[in-house]
Every structure is written in C-alpha cells, then in structure tokens.
C-alpha cells in the first residue's frame, strides 16, 4: 500500500506560477518613477503617458497620487497636478 503523502511536483510542459500582484503596488511603482522624474511637479495626463503601465489606468494614477499626498510625498496644486516633494533617504545633520 502506497503511502499518502503531500508532495507535488513541478514538470517542464507546466506554465510556471504567475506571482501575484497586491493591489497597493500602485503607490510605490509611481514613488519609485518620481524619483527619477526631473520636473518638480507632475500632473494626472504626463503619469499617464510617462509612468510605468501598471499605474497608468486614471483611478489607479489618481488613487496612488492621493495616497503620495497623504504621506507627504506629493503636495496638491491644483485638480489634478502635484508637486514633487524630494526628501534625502537619509536625515541630515546640520551644523
């Protein structure tokens, strides 16, 4: 009698496991675009045609400015446009 065990295995014709994406990458995809955007300040229209694909959708865009703001990150201007707020990774001594 076979024993019953829990093992699985992986063959070469088997698609490989997609990782899954959460919902809150949005945020930290643009944040990471920001840093390298040379403007200091950005709307809605260049995160879509600029930004990454995956936060390019306008609720998605707009939703993950909105949570930039919140952490002060990004400061509302006006409807739709931000400015950049660029802070060293590293808190520096004065003297």
Known sequence: MPKKNRETFSFADEPAPKPEQH??????V????LQRWRGSTITW??????APR???????AIRAAQVLAA???????AAHKWQI????LFP????
Not at 71 to 77: D, M, S, V
Not at 85 to 88: A, E, T, Y
């Open 23 to 28: 919902k809150n990458d949005g945020p930290q």
């Open 30 to 33: 643009l944040l990471d675009f």
């Open 45 to 50: 229209k260049e995160i879509r045609n600029f």
């Open 54 to 60: 995956s936060v390019r959708d306008r609720e998605i």
């Open 71 to 77: 952490h002060g990150h990004l400061r509302p201007l």
């Open 85 to 88: 707020i660029r802070q060293p």
């Open 92 to 95: 520096t001594r004065s003297r």
